[in-house]
């Protein structure tokens, strides 16, 4: 089955620092990657999504890109604001529907004001 | 309204005792899913029911036992279970499990078994 790998599992940034978190998969055939948000007593909540047709994508201060070669994918969070900190989920999904979701462990982000 | 709501918001069970999660959502959305969540751990899929049909079990101890009365709810029945059980159980929808969708969760129903 598919693993996803994620790293780091703890970033401290400073507030308006970047943040880049990344994940790498071992299945080729993966074709849609989403990532999570996750704050405490709360469910995770979709952030950004990209499929395997396209190489980034970006909306606002949150952007995706993803190297289908080298099979890895990265969450890039420009002008970091303390709202930000949580737990962030990269996923992976092998069928067309992103119903089989494989989470990587999970990075905790905290922003520093 | 792009809300899942689940309940209860927690539970206690002892081993002997059965009981039911429940999560409903109002967005038309024909896609429900469970899934397990352990303390600083990611979600794992447990259940995929697809136009009120299973149609991802994945590999799921007998003793967890999912229901989908009808397209906005989705219940799952809960007997002898261990300590090890316990952990936060999410519940999502997404608007068609042929073609991919986000996934809303809501907020998990946190299960501690004794």
């Known amino acids: 089955g598919e693993n996803v790998e994620q790293h780091p599992s703890t970033l401290s940034v400073q507030e308006g620092d970047s943040a880049v978190i990344k994940c790498t998969y071992s299945?080729?055939?993966?074709?849609?990657f989403p990532w999570y948000k996750q704050e405490l007593g709360k469910g995770p909540q979709l952030i950004i999504d990209i499929r395997s047709n396209v190489g980034e994508k970006k909306d606002q201060r949150i952007a995706v890109t993803l190297n289908k070669t080298a099979k890895h994918f990265s969450l890039h969070i420009t002008e970091t604001q303390p709202e930000d900190s949580a737990v962030y989920f990269c996923?992976?999904?092998?069928?067309?529907?992103?119903?089989?979701?494989?989470f990587g462990g999970g990075t905790r982000l905290m922003v520093k004001p | 309204d792009t809300e899942v709501t689940q309940t209860p918001k927690h539970l206690v069970m002892g081993m002997t005792n059965k009981k039911s999660l429940k999560c409903e959502q109002h967005?038309?959305?024909?896609?429900m899913y469970w899934y397990k969540q352990k303390a600083k751990k990611p979600p794992e899929l447990m259940f995929v029911?697809?136009?009120?049909?299973?149609?991802i079990n994945e590999s799921v101890p007998s003793r967890f036992s999912p229901e989908c009365p009808n397209s906005s709810l989705l219940n799952l029945h809960l007997h002898a279970l261990q300590p090890e059980d316990s952990a936060l159980y999410l519940c999502a929808s997404s608007q068609d499990p042929t073609w991919g969708f986000e996934q809303y969760f809501g907020p998990g129903t946190r299960l501690t078994v004794t």
């Open positions: 299945d080729s055939a993966s074709n849609y």
């Open positions: 029911y697809s136009y009120e049909k299973l149609s």
């Open positions: 996923a992976a999904s092998i069928d067309n529907a992103g119903n089989m979701l494989t």
């Open positions: 967005m038309g959305h024909r896609a």
